[in-house]
């Protein structure tokens, strides 16, 4: 067991659990050549561990979140001032001039998808988990992975009438999409 991801995981208090992340970061290690995309990046503490483990092998992590404070008290799980805070601890954490292999975009990803390059080794999506956020990030992003790279969609679980309700086209949330990926623990995997 990796102590010191063990030491970041809980000093940037990350919303994945320890087999979660040593998920993702072994995914950075072991897919092909291309860069990584984190939708949904909260206070930074899997970007993290994305930031490390792509280090490691000369990669870049795309961090996507537009704290979008227009959801608190509307969306599951987000209260009044939880973006402004997100936002502050994900500047202290990991844009303090310490991580070089990071870019961040404050935008939704249909505003940004055409800065971030094609070939991607693995995507988080971790964003807003309404099912047609999770849809709509799924169907911007999935065409830019490479060959061999994973995407793994975080929270499959997530409270009622979220990521995994069934929506009015007879999809399943996710679990419509279970057939092209495994459950690794309350996270999607989807090989391409």
């Not at 291309?34 to 961090?63: H, M, N, P, R, W």
């Not at 001032?81 to 001039?97: A, C, D, P, S, V």
């Not at 505003?111 to 849809?135: K, N, R, T, W």
């Not at 169907?139 to 990521?163: A, R, S």
Request: hydrophobic share 40%; charged share 20%.
């Amino acid at each position: 067991m990796n102590t010191e991801l063990i030491k970041l995981w809980r000093k940037f208090e990350a919303q994945t659990t320890i087999p979660q992340i040593y998920e993702l970061y072994d995914a950075v290690l072991n897919t092909p050549p291309g860069d990584v995309v984190e939708i949904g990046s909260a206070c930074g503490g899997t970007t993290i561990i994305l930031i490390e483990a792509a280090k490691q092998v000369g990669k870049f992590v795309y961090s996507v979140d537009p704290y979008p404070e227009e959801m608190e008290g509307k969306a599951y799980g987000y209260t009044p001032g939880l973006m402004n805070e997100f936002k502050e601890r994900f500047t202290k954490n990991i844009l303090n001039g310490k991580h070089l292999n990071i870019i961040q975009f404050n935008n939704d990803l249909t505003d940004c998808i055409d800065l971030i390059p094609d070939g991607l080794s693995v995507v988080f999506i971790d964003g807003c988990h309404e099912f047609s956020f999770v849809q709509k990030e799924y169907e911007l992003i999935f065409p830019k992975l490479v060959k061999g790279g994973l995407l793994y969609i975080h929270d499959i679980y997530w409270g009622d009438g979220q990521v995994s309700r069934t929506t009015e086209s007879g999809l399943t949330g996710v679990f419509g999409w279970l057939g092209k990926g495994v459950d690794v623990g309350n996270m999607l995997r989807i090989e391409k």
